[in-house]
């Protein structure tokens, strides 16, 4: 009867001291997967940021290389007038 209680004993102290290894690797997961999280927060929060950046650029260079309407040369001649006033002076 001795015999068996001292290898419960045993038993017993095995599976707390295997319990506290596991409790030691899951805090370490633990904390790794907290810091895991906050790069994934930063790199989203920094992506947001480059896309409203590339939207804003984006549109700027559109705008500037978007053609404007050359004006036209008269018939005849080399001279061109301003887009309005050719506008006003083909009624249109």
Request: negative net charge.
């Amino acid at each position: 009867m001795g015999l068996r209680g001292m290898q419960i004993e045993e038993n017993a102290q095995r599976l707390a001291d295997g319990l506290a290894g596991l409790k030691k690797h899951f805090a370490n997961f633990s904390e790794t997967f907290e810091r895991i999280g906050t790069h994934l927060k930063n790199v989203q929060q920094s992506y947001q940021e480059a896309d409203k950046r590339l939207d804003k650029t984006g549109t700027a260079l559109e705008g500037m290389l978007e053609p404007a309407e050359p004006a036209k040369p008269l018939p005849g001649t080399q001279e061109t007038l301003p887009l309005t006033s050719l506008t006003a002076k083909n009624g249109g």
